[in-house]
């Protein structure tokens, strides 16, 4: 006999100035594996953190309804009260702690505040033969991998008596082996009786073990497959059935030689120096060509892009940059900007601006040489550029003496925008250049990003927006764990054929 | 403070015009830091001049307080760019106290010969420091290991080596006058002086001292030469800002600002030329603060130091060489240490253990209460200096006033703590 565990109803959630969540519908039965798909800033994340609370009651609108109970929960402790247990994308273990002490961080078997350190490792132990983790519990979380950091995840929620588990893409970090093994266990929880949301993109993993899958589109949900319908041809449709509009200038491509080209780039994890995050990437952008490259979150364009320019991302690099024929030496990012290269970062607050100063001093920084003379600046000088970009870039503030942490996020990307304009390269990537901005915004940028075309730049834009890529791009490359899996121009290519690059090439990368 | 819905900026005659008071009260306000930590400055001295009864304006204590500070004023030029660039200097009064020892070993003890030279001896001296700060900086910037922790070691290392060069408590000297005039000594008065009020003679034939006025003219020439260029660059630079057409500040507030500045300069240049002239250590802390100033204001170097303390991932992808960045603020701050050192041994004409001992928390309280953040990118030279006359006029007067040493420091923390919450209350209200 089957019965519905939870159902969200009609639930709407509201940021300022976004509608992120929109009359969303979900019903989870007992003892399903129920799969939430959707493109990255669908509001997967958002539905969920509704669910546990993290979003309080009130702060949404909508029912939750929980073992025939409807729940207004004012935080996480409400939920994990109840038995929802979310894990998160980005595991929250702490590193210098051990297996045991993470399990039951803020849950200690403890009497007036005196830790029993046996009790906690016995149950530990129990735990740890649950999810099929063979540590001792006193291992520092440091020194396990990730995959197994993610079973001490999975281990922590059935220590708090879990009734409805959900994964935030689990399985994003993890290999190939570890993602089965990972799998392999919440079939076997399953089996015990558990109800489990996954919340993935890969859609090889839903097909294997979900029950139903909930789609959900620019924060509404558009259908639920049961178990006989779900295939991944009907889930990508399903996940990218939007029109392109006319949310893009207009553009009269005028495409010359080969400018930039990188021939098998290879790069690996900083940390963790068996791991490959890329591996042998060759692409080319030719004088005046804008070239999209799309992926999903975890892909490793950024990764990419940052070892590219002056090896700031990883270890072990290995590969060939060539500018108009030529090898160019990028080892350093001083070197890299010599060579023309620029690279805007997608995250424009940690390593895009410098928050505390303002509009000017950000705008010439990365070409202090343009403004000085003997390393002396000139004042005037560099006021006059600096209003000149304002200018061009159209930055909306009340001069160039405000602070650009008080500027709006579309403001601040014209700031970084401009620094980098102003650095005059040959090559610019731009590294999700509409993040998190609003619509208008994104329209300016679209512009700026034409006209640099225009004038011959060779531009890269990585972007996890796949309309925005089909918009502004002449061709696309589709990345997917550190490789290039498909090469195709923009006019032919369409959000079906980029997501079924994806897919594809999910397994061919193990 | 969102900007999103101000209009897009024209530079239309009529919107300046409008937007003039507007700039005034931010020019006031952005300065108001600046202008309150001066006005502070003033308030304190003027309550020291009533409390001390007169004592503290009085040319001879002026330039003993010049004397007193001028090693914690010298290092916290350095110490600044260490704090704007995120970082800490803990090592400086032990350094200092090294580098007065390696001087008194080197003119006094070792039979050096012609090496032993004042001149040549702070040079090497200078050197060494310049050394010392590289190899502190060099674990910081190119290992990431913590400033604070690097720097305690240096604390206690060079402390240590500094005793053990004097040969356990002893103290070195007496140093050659010449290299006591660094911080005792007075500029030379090439014009000659000038006698306004003849001393008066008592029965004996002997001055009595303190009578008459004489005035040292080299230094009130300086002085006068100094408040001038003052002046001129303030109007010039004003002059070219508005020929390209950018809105200065207010001109009455530049007025009353050069007016007011050049007043307080032109007073103590007098109190100094009625005394013995200009100390030689106030005219090489003049040359430095300008220096600095000139440094973190208009060249590249300084700029890219803020932009380190203020995002170093940030400042790094924008192709700043943070690393040797960070290793040179370092060995900048081991030669100003080392130079404070110099000016210590020379002002107690001798090197004894205990020099400089514990004047790495005033140097860095100078910093702080001048308005430099803990966390980097924030600090002005002007602030540090004022700051560290704060400090000193505080010291001064205080100990005239005969508070106890232990009182002193309970006084000298209270402020210290209020500056810095006044800054962090005041940056919460923006």
Redesign the interface.
């Known amino acids: 006999m089957v019965s519905t565990i939870l159902e969200m109803r009609d639930i709407t959630k509201t940021f300022p100035g976004v509608k992120a969540l929109s009359n969303v519908n979900l019903s989870v039965e007992e003892g399903e594996i129920h799969a939430v798909v959707g493109e990255n800033g669908a509001g997967k994340s958002t539905l969920m953190k509704v669910l546990s609370g993290v979003y309080p009651t009130g702060t949404y609108d909508g029912q939750i309804i929980f073992n025939a109970q409807e729940c207004h929960f004012k935080g996480i402790h409400d939920s994990e009260h109840k038995g929802i247990v979310i894990i998160h994308q980005e595991l929250a273990l702490v590193p210098m702690l051990s297996i045991a002490e993470n399990i039951f961080l803020g849950n200690e078997h403890a009497r007036y505040g005196v830790i029993d350190w046996n009790a906690n490792e016995a149950r530990t132990s129990a735990l740890l033969k649950k999810v099929g983790l063979k540590e001792d519990p006193k291992t520092l979380i440091t020194n396990i991998g990730v995959g197994k950091q993610q079973l001490v995840e999975i281990a922590k929620a059935l220590s708090k008596e879990v009734k409805l588990l959900i994964l935030d893409e689990p399985t994003a970090s993890l290999s190939e082996k570890d993602s089965q093994a990972l799998l392999d266990l919440l079939l076997e929880f399953k089996r015990q009786g558990m109800t489990s949301i996954l919340i993935s993109h890969k859609l090889n993993e839903v097909n294997r073990v979900a029950d139903k899958v909930t789609v959900i589109r620019d924060g509404r949900t558009i259908e639920t497959l049961a178990k006989k319908d779900i295939s991944e041809d009907r889930i990508i449709t399903s996940m990218v059935g939007r029109s392109l509009d006319d949310r893009y200038p207009p553009r009269e491509p005028d495409i010359g030689e080969v400018v930039f080209e990188v021939k098998n780039w290879s790069v690996y994890h900083p940390l963790h120096a068996e791991r490959q995050v890329i591996k042998g990437i060759d692409i080319n952008v030719r004088k005046g060509e804008v070239v999209g490259i799309a992926g999903l979150m975890g892909a490793g364009r950024t990764e990419f892009a940052m070892s590219l320019f002056g090896r700031s991302y990883g270890r072990h690099i290995t590969g060939e940059v060539l500018l108009k024929g030529k090898p160019i030496d990028v080892s350093s990012v001083s070197r890299a900007v010599e060579h023309g290269i620029a690279y805007v970062t997608e995250d424009r607050k940690t390593f895009g601006l410098n928050l505390i100063d303002h509009i000017k001093h950000n705008i010439t920084l990365a070409n202090l040489g343009g403004v000085s003379r003997h390393g002396v600046i000139d004042d005037l000088g560099e006021l006059s550029v600096a209003n000149d970009y304002r200018g061009k870039t159209n930055i909306r503030a009340s001069s160039v003496y405000q602070m650009t942490g008080n500027l709006s996020g579309g403001n601040q990307q014209k700031v970084v925008l401009s620094k980098w304009l102003f650095a005059d390269p040959e090559v610019l990537i731009l590294d999700e250049p509409t993040r998190g901005i609003d619509v208008g915004a994104k329209y300016e940028i679209y512009t700026i990003i034409a006209r640099l075309a225009a004038e011959g730049k060779a531009i890269v834009v990585i972007s996890s927006e796949m309309p925005e890529l089909l918009g502004i791009t002449d061709r696309i490359y589709v990345m997917n764990e550190g490789r290039i899996v498909g090469e195709m121009p923009a006019v032919d290519a369409s959000q079906e054929k980029i997501m079924r690059a994806i897919v594809r090439g999910e397994g061919k990368a193990a | 403070?969102?900007?999103?819905s101000?209009?897009?900026?024209q530079?239309s005659v009529a919107e300046d015009v409008q937007q003039r008071p507007?700039i005034a009260v931010?020019a006031l306000t952005?300065n108001l830091r600046e202008y309150g930590l001066i006005l502070a400055l003033i308030a304190i001295m003027v309550f020291f001049q009533f409390t001390t009864s007169g004592t503290l304006f009085k040319p001879v204590n002026l330039s003993n307080l010049v004397q007193q500070n001028s090693f914690i004023i010298v290092m916290a030029l350095g110490m600044l760019l260490v704090i704007v660039s995120g970082h800490i200097d803990l090592s400086v009064g032990s350094v200092a106290g090294f580098i007065g020892a390696l001087a008194a070993m080197m003119m006094v003890i070792w039979p050096l010969g012609p090496l032993s030279n004042p001149l040549v001896v702070s040079i090497i001296c200078l050197i060494v420091g310049g050394a010392i700060g590289a190899a502190q900086g060099y674990w910081i910037a190119y290992h990431r290991i913590p400033s604070f922790i690097v720097t305690l070691a240096g604390m206690l290392i060079f402390r240590g080596i500094c005793q053990a060069l004097l040969g356990g408590g002893s103290s070195v000297g007496p140093l050659p006058d010449g290299f006591k005039a660094l911080s005792s000594g007075f500029i030379p008065d090439v014009i000659g002086p000038l006698t306004l009020i003849p001393p008066t003679v008592n029965a004996a034939g002997k001055t009595i001292i303190g009578s008459g006025l004489t005035l040292h003219m080299t230094t009130i020439v300086l002085g006068l030469i100094a408040v001038l260029a003052y002046a001129y660059f303030g109007l010039s630079t004003r002059r070219?800002?508005e020929r390209?057409g950018?809105e200065a500040e207010p001109f009455p507030l530049f007025v009353i600002k050069t007016l007011v500045g050049s007043a307080l300069a032109l007073f103590l240049v007098y109190q100094f030329a009625s005394y013995r002239g200009l100390p030689v250590v106030l005219l090489v802390m003049g040359v430095l603060i300008s220096l600095f100033v000139f440094v973190t204001k208009?060249?590249?170097?300084g700029?890219?130091i803020?932009?380190m303390g203020?995002?170093a991932?940030?400042?790094?992808?924008?192709?700043?060489?943070t690393e040797r960045l960070t290793l040179m603020v370092f060995v900048n701050m081991g030669v100003l240490s080392a130079l404070g050192g110099l000016i210590i041994a020379a002002r107690l004409g001798q090197a004894v253990p205990a020099a400089g001992l514990g004047s790495e928390l005033d140097v860095i309280a100078a910093v702080f209460i001048g308005g430099a953040?803990a966390m980097g990118?924030?600090g002005q030279v002007i602030g540090a200096v004022v700051g560290g006359f704060i400090m000193g006029v505080m010291n001064n007067g205080m100990s005239i006033m005969g508070v106890n040493v232990d009182w002193q420091q309970v006084v000298k923390g209270l402020v210290l703590l209020g500056a810095v919450i006044f800054d962090v209350y005041n940056k919460n209200k923006a």
Do not use: D
């Open positions: 403070m969102s900007t999103e101000a209009p897009a900026p530079s507007r931010s952005t070219k800002r390209h950018y208009r060249m590249t170097i700029r890219r803020y932009a203020g995002n991932k940030a400042a790094q992808l924008s192709g700043i060489k953040s990118g924030v």
